[in-house]
């Protein structure tokens, strides 16, 4: 079974504001909640940094640019310029 990008981000915001709850029993505190917001927001950027996006490649050479369009017959037109 293949997860999207989205799914693993979801996974690790659970993982870290579990870890965020652990810590905040750990260390005995009465307010959890910011530790659960925390420990999310940690897990959250983690997974948008890091998890690399599936199906993009980059078009061509990086100086090259590409424009395309949708001719009158409906066939899609790349420009190279």
Same mark, same amino acid.
């Given at each position: =079974? ?7 981000? *979801?996974?690790?915001? @659970?993982?870290?504001? =579990? *870890?965020? &709850? @652990? *810590? *905040? ?6 307010? +959890?909640?910011? &530790?659960?917001?925390?420990?999310? &927001? +940690? ?21 090259? +640019? ?9 066939? @899609? ?5």
């Amino acid at each position: =079974m293949r997860l999207s990008k989205n799914s693993k981000k *979801a996974g690790l915001a @659970l993982t870290g504001s =579990m *870890a965020g &709850f @652990l *810590a *905040a029993k750990w260390l005995k505190t009465e307010e +959890v909640y910011p &530790f659960i917001l925390i420990g999310g &927001f +940690v897990g959250n950027y983690i997974g948008e940094e890091y998890i690399p996006e599936e199906g993009c490649e980059p078009l061509g050479n990086p100086g090259q +640019v590409r424009l395309a369009y949708f001719d009158r017959q409906g066939k @899609l037109k790349l420009i190279q310029l």
